[in-house]
């Protein structure tokens, strides 16, 4: 007879999970409501699990195409040069080789700045999008493993102090730390007022925490509401 572990690595070896997060088990097999719900939780783990190797590959082609790409830029800036001064600099090298050299190099570097400012523009944009998406998945990924302790817009506006939203804004818990607080007090009876303002809500879009927090929220970010973003 097999075992339980053994039950659900079966059912997760040769399942899926749709759209909306429920298991599809393959034609014809059967399982228990426990059997089920643990592989459900397993399935997710190691599809985050495989979408975490992937990006850390991915992120190591992205670092040579970068250093490529600052190459290409640095050809270019001369490349792109006018006629005009062209024809300037190569009368400045018959008349003075050192400032030749000196004057191509302060071409490339303005290219390389250029380039590092276009650069930090796009990186700054990917990872306010990645930080997004790796929050829904990890905010998914709780909310089935504490279903007595969701976290949701209602649940935080009623029940998370403002000061712990405001430690995730300002960057000074991560978004993981946030949510252990937030099951902290949603499930220890602990709660805001009703009626009682929250200052600022957890606009995962404008908030910095992350898994190596700056100290520091994420700057000029969209202004979209938490609710919009994440659910």
Do not use: C
Not at 14 to 20: I, L
Not at 51 to 60: A, V
Not at 155 to 177: A, M
């Amino acid at each position: 007879m097999a075992t339980f572990e053994e039950e659900v690595n079966e059912i997760v070896a040769n399942s899926t999970v749709d759209e909306e997060g429920n298991l599809q088990l393959p034609e014809g097999a059967e399982a228990n409501e426990q059997v089920l719900y643990a592989a459900k939780l397993e399935k997710r783990h190691r599809d985050t699990q495989s979408s975490y190797t992937k990006s850390q590959q991915r992120n190591k082609q992205l670092e040579a195409e970068n250093a490529r790409l600052v190459e290409s830029w640095e050809v270019d800036a001369i490349e792109s040069l006018t006629s005009s001064q062209k024809s300037k600099l190569e009368e400045l090298k018959s008349q003075d080789v050192d400032a030749y050299v000196k004057k191509i190099a302060e071409i490339k570097d303005e290219a390389k700045v250029t380039f590092k400012e276009k650069r930090e523009a796009v990186t700054k944009e990917v990872s306010e999008s990645s930080e997004l998406e790796l929050r829904q998945a990890e905010l998914d990924t709780y909310n089935a493993e504490n279903p007595e302790a969701q976290v949701t817009q209602e649940s935080i506006d009623s029940d998370v102090p403002p000061r712990v939203v405001n430690q995730l804004k300002e960057g000074k818990i991560t978004f993981t730390e946030f949510l252990e607080a937030a099951k902290k007090y949603l499930t220890s009876g602990k709660a805001v007022k009703k009626g009682e303002k929250v200052e600022d809500e957890p606009n995962l879009n404008k908030s910095s925490g992350s898994d190596s927090p700056s100290g520091e929220a994420l700057k000029n970010q969209s202004a979209k509401d938490y609710t919009k973003e994440i659910y």
